[in-house]
């Protein structure tokens, strides 16, 4: 249509409804209002790329630089003998041009080719797959939990699919605490998801999580989680959508929009994939090198994925948006299939794919060179999601710090058989504690003038340049007894430290918190499990579990923290000089993946215990 429109000397008139009161045609529902809403700002932009293409003749023929060449991001893409390009928007500085610029893609649909779907197919289940696998991944949709306080997280129902969930989860997670989504949402995407502002709510640091219930916030940030992970899979260039190409007339626009959902799962019952020939069959992808194009589409797509096979829709554009041969380049062993036997389980190749857009199967970060020209491929980048391993805490594995320090305080968690997640609310639990920052300061000092090699002490002159770098300053008769026997050991210098006071460089805590670091941190399972409602019938929901989470620094003796009370103290207390007794220490799986993160971190909850199985 717009190609039609622009073959035209004069752009008629855009088609628009006719409105009655309230802004609403008669007997139209607010869920048919907001399609036509969308399909109303796509007929927008399709007008601004005529006024764009009139507004760049104008500004070649003036000599007015185009605001392609002023965009600070611009991708081309060779196809063939066409190129495709995509211009984050920027604000005109002439009236020919309008004020927010949007240059979109021309989404490219074709069929999955029947080599492709082979090499696919194998590639992910391998040559011996079971039907009671292909039944778990068939049968899981990309869905939220119907369970108010769990109505954040998305529910599992099938073994198998929980990496690819788990993952999505985690970004969903990173957009409903942290950014700010409204209907606006479209065109602050086309600002670029990785430039994008958080808003920190002190709701959520509270652990009060009841107004992530709209239904409309959720699919959005469902819809941009999606949108990101399958750009970052495709370098942040493209993205390749798998859909389905049967009953595809039942997403289309109609009376009946609030039953498509329910009819489209309906027309799916019958539907199986058993082999390669019927990926080929049912398949069909759409590639974008926008993100708003994406966006727009895969919202209107949603059904799908939250159909039965929304799980192995998503996996199979992840896979399709890196590359096949990519993938096969990023793995250590390419003949082993994707989806590990004999359970169904996602491989950590799979989890890497979907948090740092490589498939990389190990943890550590960078590569690893094992020589003669071989090497290990881990984690490239610092990532926004990140990733603990039980694995690591029985020494099979060492999770390198760019997937245990991501950018937000947010991790899949990986045990022997399942995958779940665990997010602060708070962005603070990842920032260093002051003292640890000041005891690391004070110990390089102490290291540059350690003379011994190692053994860990100084002289005597040079611990004086030790105290004047570090602006320390003990009382004469606490100097003389450190310098009394030539030499300072390191040992007991840091025990001198922990009894100076703050205000004179040293590293002792008036609070009576003695440098820990307590914070409140969230687990969640999206495997539902019965739970007693006080009828006869249990519902079935996820579970969520907060747990009270207390860090002692990480230069505090065992001797030190035995003494040392794990609770600050208490303002009607200060003035009798008294402390709160320590909470007790719980103990199940998932603390021994916290300690991976946190040393010795003392974990405490209310209720059952956090499940990682």
């Known amino acids: 249509m717009a190609l039609r429109m622009s073959l035209q000397p004069s752009p ?69 003998s066409e190129e495709r390009r995509e211009v984050v928007p920027v604000v005109g500085k002439t009236e020919a041009v309008c004020d927010v610029m949007e240059v979109r893609d021309v989404v490219v649909e074709q069929e999955l080719p029947p080599e492709v779907a082979e090499k696919l197919f194998y590639m992910v289940f391998g040559s011996n797959i079971s039907k009671d696998i292909l039944g778990q991944w068939s049968n899981q949709g990309i869905r939220f939990s119907s369970d108010l306080e769990t109505s954040m997280g998305l529910v599992q129902h099938e ?32 600002q670029n998801l990785w430039s994008w502002r958080f808003v920190q709510r002190s709701s959520f640091a509270s652990g009060d999580f009841s107004s992530i219930t709209a239904d409309e916030r959720k699919r959005r940030a469902l819809v941009l989680s999606m949108v990101e992970i399958l750009f970052l899979c495709g370098s942040k260039k493209r993205a390749v959508v798998a859909t389905l190409k049967v009953h595809s007339h039942l997403l289309e626009d109609g009376p009946d929009d609030e039953h498509k959902d329910e009819m489209f799962s309906k027309s799916l019952e019958d539907l199986t994939i058993e082999s390669a020939s019927d990926l080929q069959r049912i398949l ?42 990519f993938i096969q380049a990023d793995r250590d062993d390419p003949t082993l299939p994707l989806v590990t036997a004999p359970f169904g389980h996602a491989s950590q190749e799979i989890v890497n794919l979907l948090i740092c857009g490589q498939a990389a199967p190990n943890v550590f970060d960078g590569r690893m060179d094992l ?68 005891e690391s300061k004070i110990r390089h000092a102490f290291n540059v003038q350690d003379q011994s090699g190692g053994g860990g002490f100084v002289s005597v002159e040079g611990f004086q340049q030790v105290l004047q770098e570090t602006n320390i300053n003990f009382p004469p008769e606490k100097l003389e007894s450190l310098c009394s026997a030539g030499f300072i050991v390191w040992t007991d210098f840091l025990q001198a430290l922990l009894e100076l006071d703050k205000n004179s460089g040293g590293l002792k805590d008036s609070s009576g918190m003695m440098g820990r670091k307590v914070f409140d941190i969230y687990h969640f399972n999206g495997i539902a499990k019965s739970v007693s409602n006080g009828g006869e019938n249990p519902i079935q929901r996820p579970r969520l579990c907060k747990l009270s989470v207390s860090v002692p620094p990480r230069w505090s003796p065992e001797e030190f923290l035995a003494a040392t009370p794990a609770q600050p103290v208490r303002g009607d207390e200060a003035g009798k000089g008294e402390v709160s007794q320590p909470e007790p220490s719980q103990y199940a799986p998932l603390v021994d993946c916290i300690r991976t993160r946190w040393p010795r971190a003392v974990c405490t909850w209310v209720g059952d215990p956090p499940s990682i199985v």
């Not at 198998?160 to 602050?188: D, H, M, N, R, W």
């Not at 993100?291 to 554009?317: H, N, T």
């Open 371 to 438: 020589g003669v020209g071989m090497f290990l491929n881990g984690i490239p980048d610092r990532v926004e999601i990140g990733f603990l391993s039980l694995l690591e805490s029985l020494n099979f594995c060492k999770v390198g710090q760019n997937l245990k320090c991501p950018r937000w305080p947010i991790w899949v968690v990986g045990s022997e058989s399942h995958y779940t997640v665990l997010f602060a609310p708070d962005i603070t639990v990842q920032h260093e504690n002051e003292y640890e920052e000041r």
């Open 284 to 325: 069909k992808i759409n590639e974008y090198t926008s993100q708003l194009s994406a966006f727009v589409e895969l919202m209107d797509l949603l059904p799908v994925f939250q159909s039965r096979m929304g799980a192995m829709l998503f996996l199979i554009s992840a896979l399709l948006s890196r590359g096949l041969d």
């Open 12 to 80: 008629p008139e855009p088609k628009r409804s006719k409105l009655r009161e309230g802004g609403l045609i008669a007997g139209e529902s607010p869920e048919a209002k907001e399609l036509r809403t969308q399909r109303e700002l796509r007929a927008a932009a399709a007008e601004r790329r005529m006024l764009s293409a009139a507004a760049k003749s104008a500004l070649s023929s003036s000599g007015v630089r185009s605001p392609e060449r002023m965009a600070d991001e611009s991708v081309s893409m060779s196809t063939g």
């Open 159 to 190: 073994g198998g699919p929980c990496g690819v969930l788990a993952t999505i989860q985690a970004y969903v997670l990173k957009y409903l605490l942290f950014y700010e989504l409204s209907k606006s949402t479209p065109s602050i995407l086309i």
